[in-house]
């Protein structure tokens, strides 16, 4: 089955700079990639996803880059703020079946 | 995006006692659901998928006995942890799809349970 790794598992970052979290996966036929944002004792939000046929996608201050040939993506954070400070999970899957999460990244921004 | 509701949110009972966590569709049908346990500071693990006018599937570890899936209608599933047991407590989290096929799955609010 599917397997999700993520690094790193901590990330500080000082306010305004740029946050990188990265993510490779095992199965070649996965074609969905999802990122999403939990705050300490609540729900994941989406923020931004990919779909294989697309190498870049951006919204605002957030973009997702994927690799297949590599099996890697990553997500890039702009301009960080500190209301970004959460726990960021990235994810796999084939169309329609079950999303396999990586472990998660703790992003810190210091103000 | 689609929204999806769990209830309750949270809730403490005894070693031995069974429990039920609702998970809502509330604008959109969901054939499928999917049922996730997160433990403090860790990842969202996959316990079963849920599906509607079927029995649902279980991810390799989990025991179907002890969490109960019923998907009576297109916009409810319910688990049920049956003769709960302190080593059960844990944030337990529904999600479903908002487009078929899509793969785009959006949360419910999440139930925290904690057995005494």
């Known amino acids: 089955g599917e397997n999700v790794e993520q690094h790193p598992s901590t990330l500080s970052v000082q306010e305004g700079d740029s946050a990188v979290i990265k993510c490779t996966y095992s199965?070649?036929?996965?074609?969905?990639f999802p990122w999403y944002k939990q705050e300490l004792g609540k729900r994941p939000q989406l923020i931004i996803d990919?779909?294989?046929?697309?190498g870049e996608k951006k919204d605002q201050r957030i973009a997702v880059t994927l690799n297949k040939t590599a099996k890697h993506f990553s997500l890039h954070i702009t301009e960080t703020q500190p209301e970004d400070s959460a726990v960021y999970f990235c994810?796999?899957?084939?169309?329609?079946?079950?999303?396999?999460f990586g472990a998660g990244t703790i992003l810190r921004v210091k103000s | 995006g689609a929204v999806v509701s769990q209830h309750p949110s949270w809730v403490i009972c005894k070693s031995g006692t069974s429990v039920k966590i609702e998970c809502r569709s509330l604008?959109?049908?969901?054939?499928?659901m999917f049922w996730y346990r997160q433990f403090p500071k860790q990842s969202l693990m996959l316990m079963a998928t849920?599906?509607?006018?079927?029995?649902?599937?279980?991810e390799q570890g989990v025991e179907k006995d002890k969490f109960l899936i019923n998907h009576a209608s297109l916009t409810l599933s319910t688990l049920t942890v049956t003769s709960a047991h302190p080593e059960d407590s844990s944030f337990y989290i529904c999600?479903?799809?908002?487009?078929?096929?899509?793969?785009?799955?959006?949360f419910g609010e999440g139930s925290r349970l904690t057995v005494l």
């Open positions: 999600s479903a799809e908002g487009r078929q096929g899509t793969g785009e799955l959006f």
């Open positions: 199965d070649s036929a996965s074609n969905y």
């Open positions: 990919i779909r294989s046929n697309v």
């Open positions: 994810a796999a899957s084939i169309y329609g079946n079950k999303l396999v």
């Open positions: 604008d959109f049908q969901a054939t499928t």
């Open positions: 849920s599906n509607e006018g079927s029995k649902a599937t279980y």
